[in-house]
Structures are given as structure tokens and as C-alpha cells.
């Protein structure tokens, strides 16, 4: 798992790639970072809502409900 971070990681910081919305992924990446058994999709489609300003985000798991701005509709 240790490895995920460091592979966006490196793709954040390569001087070639030019990923879109880099500040979001970083943030998600962050995010991650705190609590990774939450995965990194999941991050990144909750800083991708709240970049979007659709928050709260509803959710169906129970542990990506733990972070700001993230509501479990169950």
C-alpha cells in the first residue's frame, strides 16, 4: 500500500506530465496520506466534490464518512 502514494507522487512531480487539476490530486493524495484505509479513489472523488462545491457528499461507506464534508446516507 506504502507504494500508491509514491507513484502519484512521482507523477505529480515529473517534469513531462502535466496532470490536470494537480492541486486537487495532492490534496487527495494528502488525504490519503492520513488515513490510507480509506483508498485514494475515494479521496480524490471527495476533493474532487469539494473543489466542485458539492458537499456534503453522500455515502454508502461507512469509513469514508469519517472526514469533513462527507455524510453516510445509509
Do not use: W
Not at 509514491?6 to 505529480?12: D, G, N, P, S, T
Not at 502535466?18 to 479513489?41: C, H, I, W
Amino acid at each position: 500500500m506504502a507504494r500508491k502514494p509514491a507513484r502519484v507522487e512521482f507523477l505529480l512531480s515529473h517534469e513531462h506530465f502535466v496532470m490536470q487539476d494537480s492541486e486537487t490530486v495532492a490534496a487527495a493524495l494528502e488525504t490519503y496520506r492520513n488515513k490510507p484505509s480509506l483508498g485514494f479513489p475515494d479521496c480524490l472523488i471527495v476533493e474532487v466534490a469539494r473543489k466542485a462545491g458539492h458537499v456534503p457528499v453522500g455515502t454508502f461507506d461507512r469509513q469514508l464518512d469519517r472526514l469533513p464534508q462527507v455524510e453516510c446516507v445509509l
